[in-house]
């Protein structure tokens, strides 16, 4: 932390959650512990994971294991505001709104990086639309064993290799804290559905993301249509569940 402390203006973070500072409170041990300097522990943090991924890229070279290892870079979700994390400080997001737990694009779109050699074109892209449920069936595929029946993924082994690559038809996601979230993406259509759990206060919010990345015009009253059409495929994937309602809950 030497290389960033005193670079910026700092508001310490302080957590009173009993055992939080020491690791081992009982009943949330992913507590945060108390941080004086929560921007320059961040640069601090991202500096040491780049380090360490080109330690572990290097390593691969010195063993020559790098020719035949496939190495994937992404996050499970946008940035967050936990543990006195400054998100827009850094201008984590871009342009994109929300952070975790959000389903806007700042809480579900996040960037993947793939190294292949002599297969993927150094700083080649792709705008294929993918999703972490298509990693098990692309590693599968990698591993040459039967990719699992009845699942919504879609390996992107063929984008990889530079090949036709089969789209999704949409995709889908629900969130089951505050108050309940569901969003379907189709082509360039994104709705967003909030507060599922309490039907006098639940909206929809449509956005074109071609044309409004960071959806801040909500469009759903100039296309009640697309509004309906997304409304059914949202009732479509939602997979009832026990341990996680929807329905009737409050």
């Known amino acids: 932390m030497e290389k960033y402390r005193g670079q910026f203006e700092e508001t310490p973070y302080v957590s009173n959650r009993a055992g939080a500072d020491y690791g081992d409170e009982e009943f949330n041990v992913s507590a945060y512990c108390s941080q004086p300097e929560p921007r320059a522990t961040f640069a601090a943090m991202v500096s040491l994971l780049d380090r360490q991924v080109g330690e572990v890229v290097a390593k691969l070279e010195e063993l020559g294991l790098d020719k035949n290892t496939i190495i994937m870079f992404t996050s499970d979700n946008g940035p967050h505001e936990e543990g006195g994390a400054d998100p827009d400080f850094f201008n984590s997001n871009g342009p994109l709104r929300g952070y975790k737990r959000d389903l806007y694009e700042g809480g579900i779109r996040v960037p993947m990086i793939v190294k292949w050699t002599n297969t993927i074109a150094p700083g080649s892209t792709a705008d294929h639309i993918s999703a972490f449920w298509d990693i098990l069936p692309t590693c599968a595929e990698l591993a040459s064993v039967p990719v699992p029946e009845d699942i ?49 206060k639940t909206r929809h919010e449509l956005y074109n993301l071609e044309a409004d990345l960071s959806e801040e015009n909500n469009v759903a009253d100039q296309h009640p249509e697309i509004v309906a059409s997304l409304q059914e495929i949202m009732g479509k994937a939602h997979e009832p569940n026990a341990d996680f309602p929807f329905e009737g809950r409050k």
């Open 152 to 200: 919504d993924g879609i390996s992107f082994l063929p984008l990889l290799k530079g090949e036709e690559q089969e789209a999704h038809d949409y995709l889908y996601w629900e969130f089951h804290e505050q108050g309940g979230k569901q969003a379907v993406r189709k082509g360039k259509w994104k709705l967003v559905r909030l507060n599922v759990f309490d039907p006098s």
